[in-house]
């Protein structure tokens, strides 16, 4: 089955850059989405196709793609911004979806 | 204002089934894709079933297919997700979810608030 690769965590202080990553084979030939979910909610849509911010969304958060590796960066980090931060993605022939591990954000 | 409320969940027995729902509003319901999206309790979140616009076409994770159904009512404005054969590893909140822009698959802007599923052992 298909997977998305995210580290479980990472950690910045307040107003430096986080850079969350995910990784899978099938990011060559389909778009990922970028979604932070805070605790006890349901999950909120950030960026879509790649690097495309939600209207809504703070320009602080941004997305890019580089072969099989997509990155979503929070400049300028803020306090609030502590959640859990998860990609979306299709396996290359786009018929089976799939969310990444997650990565839990944690501002020092 | 987009609105999804799932109803449905509850206490469920293993080999058991539950049925459940997701009214939707605010927007023109036949014209979007919906997915159910799953999250057990402290794990992240697991795509499970979709449906395009018209219910013809449906896609399943492989965690289970052969298990659930995925269905809408465009009349009505719900979507529905019957769950058979129920395990204790289908105990999680189940969202339903909308996708941005009608045509697409990918990409949810609008969720619901959840309803818990629990399975025991």
């Known amino acids: 089955s298909y997977e998305l690769t995210q580290p479980p965590s990472v950690s910045v202080s307040p107003g430096q850059t986080a850079r969350i990553t995910c990784s899978g084979d099938?990011?060559?030939?389909?778009?990922a989405f970028w979604y932070q979910q805070q605790p006890g909610q349901a999950p909120v849509l950030l960026i879509y196709?790649?690097?495309e911010r939600l209207s809504g969304i703070p320009e602080r958060f941004s997305g890019s793609s580089s072969g099989t590796t997509v990155t979503l960066t929070i400049s300028g980090v803020q306090a609030e911004d502590e959640a859990d931060y998860y990609c979306?993605?299709?396996?290359?022939?786009?018929?089976?979806?799939?969310f990444g591990g997650g990565t839990k954000l944690t501002v020092l | 204002e987009v609105q999804l409320l799932e109803s449905g969940g509850g206490l469920g027995q293993p080999g058991g089934s539950l049925r459940l729902s997701c009214a939707a509003s605010?927007?023109?319901?036949?014209?979007?894709?919906m997915s159910w999206v799953r999250q057990a309790p402290g794990k992240g979140l697991e795509w499970v079933s979709a449906?395009?616009?018209?219910?013809?076409?449906?896609y399943y994770a492989d965690s289970v297919k052969g298990r659930f159904t995925i269905s809408r009512d465009n009349s009505n404005n719900t979507l529905f997700l019957q769950m058979n054969s129920l395990s204790a590893e289908d105990t999680a909140v189940y969202y339903c979810a909308k996708v941005r822009r009608s045509g697409e698959l990918l990409g949810f802007d609008s969720w619901g608030q959840g309803t818990l599923v629990t399975v025991p052992p």
């Open positions: 449906i395009t616009t018209s219910g013809h076409t449906t």
């Open positions: 196709k790649d690097n």
């Open positions: 605010g927007f023109t319901f036949s014209t979007y894709a």
């Open positions: 979306q993605s299709a396996d290359s022939s786009g018929t089976f979806w799939v």
């Open positions: 099938g990011l060559t030939k389909q778009y």
